[in-house]
């Protein structure tokens, strides 16, 4: 087992991380070795997280029941493959065997086929327009006053959003078309009243998979709480590393490791602070560690998050759209007011309704589609 | 599930009723009226036009050119530059010479192959200056290519390609 994972875990750094070793190996040795520049593999990360699970459970025997073509059929499932959500074998396998659920079936079209619409709307009409402007700011980060650093880095945060719970409800509508339950991968992150709640909404597939395979290979109910708060750092740490090869990167995990074990302490000492009061710190800090995300470097990320909280300058604002202000309240009243995808696929009701609504998102996703973006985790 | 199938019906009809009406509505009020070579007339003062990329359009200072108008965009390649003053000659037969700056990468072969190559760049190049583009049995347009396709529905059927990055030009942003 630990030699398949090696080798996956090789390939993955050998993709992802080579540049990194490089730029850290010149940093250290005073060296000027080459960048290779190597392509990384479209959602690297992805499989060979449901790889290492599949061979870790294999070798516990989790998975003897499963026949060849299962196996590939759970690594080559195209809707979810590149981006996401991760699946674990124990969420699909089972589906696979009964092969009658997978035949096309009209409910499953068209319950399927609304999620796909709403997928497309949130890629295409509100991530990409707020991802432009969050990544043009940011590239001219150390010119930014107070004002242009708040809206790029609120862009950047909205569209993060939008692009990743975007194309999950595109994969999970595809999944539901073919008969395939994908598991949910949102369910309203930026409501969240503390990190170790955001956590739980945010990316939830990729959290179960660190909490199944990290979490609790460090943590051990009999050594306390300082024990707990460890496999708590230590997971994010990972996971800071996983999201990109930079320090910012480990730098942004390391933080929300601090953040969410500072929720937990504040639970566990029954503290509980008022609900708006709670969302707005936390929002807050989501924003301020997207910056680190977001930002070529420590400098820029710096720069931006100074200009951010010492709300000193608010002369020259020109990286600011006209229309961005209106998008940015739009998209907040979207994470906040509104049910999530999930919310509304389960009040979905095969009516006349349902299918204007469906048709009116699906051409209006159309009129945004010349200029294809990739996807934001396309880079993981 | 006959419910469910007369849903996905009405869905799909509604969709493709909704990209035509949008689609006689870009045809007629939007690709028509605002992508329209046409539309190139400059004053009869006018008598030389300076076209290109980069080079051009920051090198050329019209205030020493008499009777000069510096029209070339950065980033444009040559390839558009040509249709660009094709349709400007056309509009404007006042003009007696074009100014070009050339530089090798503008004839490398590697200018041709950025041409409708499916990328981000050659994509915003195509969605720019394929309306200017009056024969389409050009060798080097690739006709399979998803550039020439979007460009095509775009600009000959109206289709609702890119309206959102339209507008943006269209309200000046």
Not at chain 1, 19 to 25: K, R, T
Not at chain 1, 89 to 104: I, S
Not at chain 1, 194 to 221: C, E, P, Q
Request: proline fraction near 4%; charged fraction near 15%; include cysteine.
């Amino acid at each position: 087992m630990w030699l398949g994972v090696l080798l996956n875990i090789t390939l993955l750094a050998y993709y992802k991380y080579t540049d990194f070793a490089i730029f850290n190996l010149n940093l250290i040795l005073d060296s000027t070795l080459p960048y290779q520049n190597i392509l990384l593999p479209i959602g690297i990360s992805f499989f060979t997280f449901q790889l290492i699970a599949f061979l870790v459970d294999s070798y516990r025997g989790e998975t003897k029941d499963y026949g060849l073509v299962n196996y590939l059929m759970f690594m080559t499932f195209f809707p979810q493959l590149i981006v996401g959500p991760i699946v674990h074998h124990k969420d699909v396998v089972p589906q696979y065997e009964n092969l009658k659920q997978a035949l096309p079936r009209y409910k499953n079209i068209a319950r399927g086929g609304f999620l796909f619409a709403i997928g497309c709307t949130k890629k295409l009409l509100i991530a990409d327009p707020l991802s432009n402007w969050a990544q043009s700011a940011f590239d001219v980060a150390d010119t930014l006053n107070t004002l242009e650093s708040w809206a790029a880095s609120l862009s950047y945060t909205l569209s993060y959003y939008f692009d990743l719970s975007g194309y999950a409800d595109m994969a999970i509508g595809l999944g539901i078309m073919f008969g395939i339950k994908l598991p949910m991968n949102f369910n309203s992150p930026y409501k969240a009243r503390n990190f170790a709640d955001y956590w739980r909404r945010w990316h939830m597939t990729l959290s179960k998979f660190l909490g199944d395979y990290i979490f609790r290979n460090v943590y051990d109910k009999t050594k306390g709480d300082f024990n707990f708060y460890l496999a708590l750092f230590v997971t994010f740490f990972i996971s800071g590393f996983w999201h990109g090869a930079g320090w910012t990167f480990v730098v942004w995990g390391i933080i929300n490791g601090v953040f969410v074990i500072a929720s937990h302490m504040m639970i566990k000492a029954k503290k509980r602070l008022p609900f708006f009061l709670a969302w707005t710190m936390t929002f807050i800090g989501v924003i301020a560690t997207r910056v680190l995300f977001v930002a070529n470097d420590f400098s820029d990320s710096y720069y931006v998050l100074v200009k951010m909280f010492s709300f000193s300058d608010f002369e020259n604002t020109t990286h600011l759209a006209i229309i961005q202000p209106l998008y940015l309240l739009f998209g907040m009243v979207l994470v906040l007011a509104f049910p999530n995808s999930s919310q509304l696929l389960e009040r979905y009701k095969p009516t006349v309704k349902y299918a204007g609504i469906t048709a009116l998102l699906l051409t209006l996703s159309l009129f945004n589609m010349s200029y294809v973006r990739g996807f934001l985790y396309f880079q993981f | 599930m006959k419910k469910y199938s007369t849903w996905i019906y009405i869905t799909a009809g509604s969709t493709l009723a909704l990209i035509i009406l949008a689609s006689i509505i870009g045809k007629y009020f939007f690709v028509g009226p605002v992508y329209n070579p046409a539309l190139f007339k400059f004053e009869d003062s006018t008598k030389t036009v300076i076209i290109g990329a980069s080079h051009s359009a920051t090198s050329m200072d019209t205030d020493y050119i008499e009777g000069a108008l510096n029209v070339a965009m950065s980033g444009e390649p040559l390839y558009f530059s040509y249709y660009k003053a094709k349709a400007l000659l056309k509009n404007n037969p006042q003009i007696k010479d074009v100014i070009v700056a050339i530089s090798p990468i503008h004839v490398a072969q590697y200018s041709d192959k950025y041409l409708f190559q499916g990328n981000a760049g050659s994509r915003s190049s195509a969605m720019s200056y394929y309306y200017l583009i009056d024969d389409l049995s050009d060798p080097l347009i690739n006709k399979l290519s998803s550039d020439n396709i979007i460009a095509y529905l775009k600009f000959h059927w109206g289709l609702p390609f890119n309206y959102m990055s339209d507008l943006k030009v269209v309200v000046n942003y």
